[in-house]
């Protein structure tokens, strides 16, 4: 049971994830600049993780390198939040989320190169793969092209989530209560946004209605809150590199939102580009751990339901 919950958790955080343009996108539209809406998505969240943790009387205490820390990884998520939402001003949204997850594949290269992890050939073969899926994600309709800018700023985002992934995993905090971490995150996340919207934008936008209202709280509770601690939960039973390939649902997910609600183009070389880079992001995490791997597929028949037969 307690694995079932797990793969059900992991899918529920990978595809919340691909929300966030559906509800990012329209705030923004809605005329809330792009850093207060990112503040109140990390403030809003940040705030419900505090009132569970007083709730659960979780000492919140942590020390000044901790803190530091802490502080820095919120720094490479606030930047892939911020640099992957402007993303999605010039390239379809799930293409911006599809280069996003080729963050495994930037983890596991950092870790051959910096700390003496073994290269394989599925890692290689992978690779190549990736650059292969991303050129064709680059591609428009027919024979033009998407905007380079939006593209490099989705990049930029799998390296800075890899610095985040990595510095959880490697630093002091790697013991810390999960969602204590998450707090924290989150809290560092909404600090260095009300800093960025004060210097650039003057202040914190006003939110204009209703519609944007509903928008932002959405944001702040199911792709960013559900995912996190849903995350965190999925991991806990089942691994991570189950839950990493259950990520694949991340990018379906916010294709799909993209085309079906925010009116996206997705040509044949998108699409193609999409297939190509989800098999290389799960070649790597199967040529990482295939053992887990192996595992995890077990737990799939657990979640049909077997129609038992009646006696005769």
Not at 228 to 252: H, K, N, W, Y
Request: net charge positive; charged share 10%.
């Amino acid at each position: 049971m307690k694995s079932i919950k797990g793969l059900l958790f992991a899918i529920v955080s990978s595809a919340t994830f691909g929300l966030i343009p559906l509800f990012a996108i329209p705030a923004i539209q809605a005329g809330v600049a792009l850093n207060s809406v990112l503040f109140y998505r990390f403030f809003i969240s940040a705030a419900v993780v505090g009132v569970i943790l007083l709730f659960r009387k979780t000492d919140l205490r942590i020390t000044l390198k901790e803190f530091i820390t802490v502080f820095i990884l919120g720094f490479f998520y606030a930047g892939t939040a911020l640099l992957l939402t402007e993303a999605y001003f010039y390239i379809p949204s799930g293409v911006a989320t599809t280069i996003h997850f080729l963050y495994p594949v930037v983890v596991t290269l950092i870790m051959i190169l910096f700390f003496k992890d073994k290269a394989s050939v599925p890692v290689i073969i992978a690779t190549a793969l990736a650059v292969t899926g991303v050129y064709l994600l680059s591609r428009g309709e027919g024979s033009g092209s998407v905007h380079m800018t939006g593209i490099i700023l989705a990049l930029i985002t799998v390296i800075m989530y890899a610095f985040y992934i990595i510095g959880v995993n490697k630093s002091c905090v790697n013991k810390m209560d999960g969602l204590k971490m998450t707090f924290y995150v989150l809290f560092s996340c909404a600090v260095i946004f009300l800093i960025n919207a004060v210097i650039r934008d003057g202040f914190i936008s006003g939110i204009p209605s209703a519609k944007a209202w509903a928008d932002i709280i959405l944001l702040a509770l199911i792709p960013t809150l559900v995912s996190d601690f849903t995350l965190i939960l999925a991991v806990q039973r089942i691994g991570s590199t189950t839950t990493a390939v259950l990520g694949c649902m991340e990018p379906v997910t916010a294709v799909s939102m993209g085309v079906l609600f925010l009116h996206e183009p997705c040509g044949i070389p998108q699409f193609t580009g999409i297939a190509i880079t989800l098999v290389a992001v799960t070649t790597v995490i199967i040529a990482s751990n295939p053992q887990a791997f192996k595992n995890g597929i077990k737990l799939f028949p657990a979640l049909i339901p077997v129609r038992k037969k009646l006696p005769k």
